[in-house]
């Protein structure tokens, strides 16, 4: 079991709490953006894999649950900033080891035993795996089986704002709602997609391998 | 209109606060509201910043659906931008620790710590230090070099590329020369440590007859060297470290001390280093007893209350220490 190497500086270094104004971009909006896009593209679609791995390694230690140590990884993935990450979903990884790590340390005065239990925590190649990239048909099609799930007005709101373009406004305008109504349609949209999309992810493979090979044998 | 109250769930906050900025700029207040949140707690930041790169990408897919090619980023512009940004700010000595302050403004000269204190510095070159608690520096700055002077204590360096003007740090009769690398020197009674993180540095002893000994060091790898007064087989000992110990020896640049069973009076003395209010520790016996754990730098109470609750000792405070018996 080899450890991967960490692509750049160690990821502990990128701290704790946040002091939002040592944070290099939070409070500037261009950039920002720039750099959530970058996270959309270089981050996001390793999440499924991070999460499976660590809901196999973190099972019953204490303090430790998926969620969290997804949240608080990508704070600092954040942190980090994308110029400085080489091979992301590496550093995903390594990172999301780290923050596991920190939980256990911190919840109490961790034992010996449980030292070696963090040991086991070291990232093997077989772990990270290749990355594997939806086709964009796929992509599309996925996204448009979560929007299948949506509630027909939410649904509603979510398809005039990404596929018709429109401002929240224009959509309160067209739907004949309050702007306010709007955005929780919105909001709810966003949170059920997050699930699905994280959730068709992580549960995925079999069922995404049993697709796979079938739209083989059609051929 | 207040978004935060009342919802307890962090997913669900993020989300109406990635929809609140997608329906247009915020106002003032709600802009300081939500940096507010997101400094609260880092898994504040995380959801956010992942409910707002799944929403972005939802743009992508949308365009893919309708057979229009993806909006691309413009790579150039916005990457230089952000790389001189993250070089400015340092981003890698993890300038976002709760001790950290960014300071933009340039150096001038002496920079000094308090005891318990940590601070970060952005030099006029682009270059990053973090200087640790109780520490005195100099900074030099010609056209030819730059250089540093380490009179007390520690530093860590982020040094931004230069092949002109090497970057040098001397800390005694020992220095250490670099070119674009990032490593820490500290000073103690004997000697000096360097651990180099990033690139090489070059680790350059001269005594009082002017005997110069060098020795080049890479990537994680310490370095001791004996000040030129000690007599010393071995002047300049280099040992490669280990991640662990590299996270180790730089925990403090976040704000945290980290033992990894070591001896609880080792442990003890370094948590001396920063703060007033120092452990003592009474039975010698429990000194060479072997201690976990992770601290924030000048929590001393904490510090002394997991020792004793790890090896079945008491705490006592008495004239200004914090004493660990059985």
Redesign the interface.
Same mark, same amino acid.
């Given at each position: 079991m080899t450890?991967i190497a960490?692509p750049?500086?160690?990821p502990?270094?990128?701290?704790? /709490?946040?002091? /939002?104004?040592?944070? /290099?971009?939070?409070?500037?909006p261009?950039?920002r953006? !720039?750099?959530?896009?970058?996270?959309?593209?270089e981050? *996001?679609p390793h999440?499924a894999d991070v999460r499976r791995w660590l809901a196999r390694r973190v099972r019953g230690l204490p303090g430790c649950h998926v969620? !969290?140590i =997804?949240?608080?990884?990508?704070?600092?993935?954040?942190? =980090?900033?994308?110029?400085?990450i080489l091979n992301p979903r590496a550093y995903f990884f390594v990172t999301a080891r780290h923050v596991v790590g920190?939980v256990l340390?911190?919840s109490r005065?961790?034992?010996?035993e449980t030292?070696a239990d963090v040991e086991v925590l070291d990232i093997a190649h077989e772990d990270v795996g290749p990355e594997r990239r939806l086709s964009?048909?796929e992509?599309?099609e996925r996204?448009?089986q979560v929007m299948a799930k949506l509630p027909p007005k939410c649904r509603e709101a979510f398809e005039l704002?990404?596929?018709g373009e429109l401002?929240? %406004?224009e959509i309160a305008q067209r739907m004949q709602l309050s702007?306010s109504t709007v !955005?929780k349609h *919105?909001?709810k949209a966003? %949170?059920i997609?997050?699930s699905e *999309?994280q959730e068709s992810d992580s549960d995925v493979k079999p069922s995404a391998r049993k697709r796979h090979e079938y739209r083989h044998r059609n051929r | 209109m207040s978004i935060v109250t009342e919802i307890d769930d962090i997913e669900e906050t993020a989300a109406r606060w990635v929809m609140r900025l997608d329906g247009g700029t915020l106002p003032d207040a709600e802009q300081c509201e939500l940096d507010a949140w997101l400094a609260a707690d880092t898994r504040h930041l995380g959801a956010f910043v992942r409910a707002q790169a799944t929403w972005m990408d939802l743009d992508r897919v949308a365009a893919l659906a309708a057979g229009r090619a993806p909006v691309k980023p413009q790579q150039t512009a916005w990457q230089w931008q952000w790389q001189r940004a993250a070089a400015i700010a340092a981003v890698t000595l993890g300038m976002i620790a709760s001790l950290a302050f960014v300071n933009s403004r340039y150096l001038a000269g002496r920079e000094s710590t308090q005891v318990g204190e940590v601070r970060r510095l952005t030099l006029a070159d682009g270059s990053a230090l973090s200087l640790n608690t109780a520490s005195v520096l100099q900074v030099k700055f010609a056209a030819d070099e730059r250089r540093i002077v380490l009179r007390q204590g520690e530093a860590s360096f982020q040094v931004a590329h230069d092949e002109q003007r090497p970057f040098v740090v001397q800390a005694g009769d020992v220095s250490v020369r670099a070119v674009g690398t990032a490593f820490s020197v500290r000073m103690r009674q004997q000697e000096v440590e360097v651990v180099v993180t990033e690139g090489v540095v070059e680790v350059v002893r001269k005594d009082s007859s002017e005997r110069v000994e060098a020795e080049r060091v890479a990537r994680n790898h310490g370095v001791v060297v004996a000040t030129a007064e000690q007599p010393s087989a071995q002047p300049i000992a280099v040992a490669a470290l280990s991640d662990k110990e590299l996270e180790r020896r730089l925990a403090w640049q976040d704000g945290r001390l980290v033992f990894q069973g070591e001896a609880l009076a080792n442990a003890v003395a370094e948590v001396n280093r920063y703060s007033p209010l120092p452990v003592v520790i009474d039975d010698p016996m429990l000194g060479r007893k072997s201690f976990v754990g992770v601290f924030r730098i000048g929590d001393t109470r904490a510090f002394a209350q997991a020792a004793a609750a790890a090896f079945d000792a008491q705490v006592h405070e008495e004239g200004g220490e914090l004493h660990l018996r059985d």
């Open positions: 450890e960490c750049v500086a160690d502990s270094s990128a701290g704790e /709490p946040l002091d /939002p104004a040592a944070e /290099p971009c939070a409070n500037r261009m950039e953006s !720039e750099h959530v896009r970058w996270f959309a593209r981050v *996001l999440e969620d !969290e =997804v949240q608080e990884t990508y704070a600092r993935l954040w942190a =980090v900033g994308a110029a400085r920190e340390r911190r005065v961790v034992s010996i030292m964009g048909r992509e599309v996204v448009r704002r990404k596929f401002s929240q %406004r702007e !955005e *919105l909001v966003l %949170r997609i997050m *999309l | -």
